[in-house]
């Protein structure tokens, strides 16, 4: 037992540290992600649900794109493909530098790719819940289409996309383990390390399983207070 | 020219002229810009379909596909088994049976399958001594079986979800009919619930094949060569970007044939519940 406390310890013995450092990029990567996530998701569905055909097809074309994907194969295919593709312009350019791609970067526009496609369907059938008569008061307002969105629309819109979007959060913060893969120090890798350093391969899994865990409560606790503090203006009726 | 209405003899008016407005141009540009890539794609495959490169690998990738098909229809079936005990056991009154089965649901649900893979894997070095001593170490030792291993508990607990979900959704009246008939609860449960159940679960089964299938990929961290194996393998020795290509290509088809014919499937099966 006081192997083991001395093995999670923080400092010199322990592996505390380092694998707080994984939760760390774990965390940021998995906040990073989110905002360009949910901006592309909404601008995809507002795309999905537009009246003009051409614009629906190509956001489904994206959608179906990403959703159809694995999600390490589209990793690889933006951490290599970027790479190769600044290869090849450095070589057309004539400089002979080596660019490495940043893993973290790779893995927050992969997530968001991800994260957007799966999002837009939870705006989309959130969208659907809105009244057209939500619309047609805000016109009447004399407000712009910008302005019925922002301020008439899209308030009730969050309220009723939060628990899909509450739920994706949570795909999200699990598939950031991924980017392990690609060489970044997430918590999976650091655990990893520990793992093969110390010939403990169990324990430290297990405590990264944990760590997933408790990550998860802790959002589940926040986004249950989240959508009730959405829901605020409900309780007076 | 519309035919002309027989009650008023007035033809309708013809459709308005659709204006180039900004969002139908951006569309345009869009729809464009996507047809010129998937253009530039197919022309790129055809260009590259009799290359050393395909010659070289295109074996491995359908060997690939075959143990990716593997590990996704055991992983499922076991899942599926095994989810049936689980489910029942969520959804029972007792909490010695409740509370096991909501934490299994929970840990597999709430952490990554990578993580999970791994700890099965590498974690199961950690017990060889006692593995050794009941005979399971061969077991474990190899990586296919880990990650069937793996993968079945996850599907299990998705499956068993899944499961309660269409189970509590079956009202009432049908337990009591069955009872009502005389029947005793297993019969019941298998021959009246569990049929009405599934069929609203074929949906939300659906999505969890398409989640396997995807989620199949990260057998390739754990030294198995399925499709994502084999193209992490052409990779590493060509450093020709085509492999990633390929495979995108290859699980967007499989992905997309199979919701099809899912979707298909699934409004045979339900075409008595459309209204």
Same mark, same amino acid.
Request: glycine letters at 8%.
């Given at each position: 037992m006081d192997e083991v406390l001395t093995l999670i310890s923080f400092g010199d013995q322990g592996w505390g540290d380092e694998i707080a450092e994984g939760v760390l990029v774990t965390i940021s990567l998995a906040i990073a992600t989110l905002p360009f996530g949910l901006v592309l998701g909404f601008i995809i569905a507002l795309a999905k649900k537009s009246d003009e055909p051409s614009v629906r097809m190509a956001a489904n074309i994206y959608t179906t794109i990403f959703r159809g994907l694995p999600e390490l194969l589209t990793l690889f295919l933006v951490y290599y493909g970027v790479q190769i593709g600044i290869q090849e312009l450095t070589k057309l350019m004539g400089l002979d530098v080596y660019i490495e791609v940043n893993s973290f970067a790779a893995g927050m526009v992969a997530l968001a790719l991800v994260f957007s496609s799966y999002a837009s369907e939870a705006f989309l059938s959130a969208f659907r819940g809105i009244p057209q008569g939500q619309y047609e008061g805000g016109y009447a307002l004399g407000l712009s289409r910008f302005k019925t969105l922002r301020l008439v629309v899209l308030p009730q819109l969050i309220r009723l996309a939060l628990p899909a979007l509450g739920n994706l959060w949570l795909i999200l913060l699990k598939e950031t383990a991924l980017v392990s893969v690609i060489g970044l120090s997430d918590l999976v890798r650091q655990a990893g390390i520990a793992a093969r350093v110390t010939k403990e391969p169990f324990l430290f899994f297990g405590i990264a399983c944990l760590i997933y865990l408790v990550l998860a409560m802790i959002s589940s606790a926040g986004l249950t207070r989240i959508e009730a503090w959405s829901k605020r203006g409900d309780t007076a009726r | 020219m519309t035919a002309a209405d027989p009650a008023t003899g007035m033809s309708a008016p013809p459709p308005k002229a659709r204006k180039w407005t900004g969002g139908r141009i951006t569309g345009h540009v869009l729809m464009a810009l996507w047809i010129v890539s998937g253009a530039y794609l197919v022309y790129y495959l055809a260009l590259n379909i009799g290359s050393p490169f395909v010659q070289r690998y295109w074996g491995e990738y359908v060997d690939g596909f075959f143990i990716t098909v593997q590990i996704v229809a055991i992983s499922l079936a076991i899942g599926a088994a095994l989810s049936i005990p689980i489910a029942l056991a969520r959804s029972s009154k007792l909490g010695i049976f409740r509370w096991p089965a909501y934490g299994y649901v929970y840990f597999f649900r709430g952490?990554?399958?990578? #993580?999970?893979?791994?700890? /099965? @894997? @590498?974690? +199961?070095?950690?017990?060889r001594p006692e593995l050794q001593s009941i005979g399971l170490w061969s077991f474990f030792r190899d990586a296919f079986n880990c990650v069937i291993f793996a993968f079945s508990l996850n599907t299990a607990a998705y499956q068993a979800e899944i499961l309660r979900g269409a189970i509590q959704n079956v009202s009432r009246g049908q337990w009591e009919g069955g009872q009502a008939l005389g029947l005793s609860k297993a019969v019941i449960? *298998?021959? *009246? !619930?569990?049929?009405? +159940?599934? =069929? *609203? #679960?074929?949906?939300?089964?659906?999505? $969890?094949?398409?989640? =396997?299938?995807?989620? %199949?990929? !990260? #057998? %390739? /961290?754990?030294? !198995? @060569?399925?499709?994502?194996? $084999?193209?992490?393998? #052409?990779? %590493?020795?060509? @450093?020709d970007f085509q492999a990633y290509i390929w495979a995108a290509v290859l699980y967007l088809l499989i992905v997309e044939t199979l919701r099809r014919i899912w979707d298909k499937f699934e409004a045979r099966l339900t075409r008595h519940l459309k209204r």
């Open positions: - | 952490t990554p399958l990578l #993580a999970q893979t791994f700890l /099965i @894997y @590498y974690g +199961a070095g950690t017990f449960f *298998v021959k *009246v !619930i569990l049929p009405q +159940a599934l =069929m *609203v #679960a074929l949906r939300p089964y659906g999505n $969890e094949i398409i989640l =396997m299938i995807k989620g %199949s990929a !990260i #057998a %390739s /961290i754990v030294t !198995i @060569y399925d499709l994502m194996g $084999e193209t992490r393998r #052409a990779f %590493s020795r060509s @450093y």
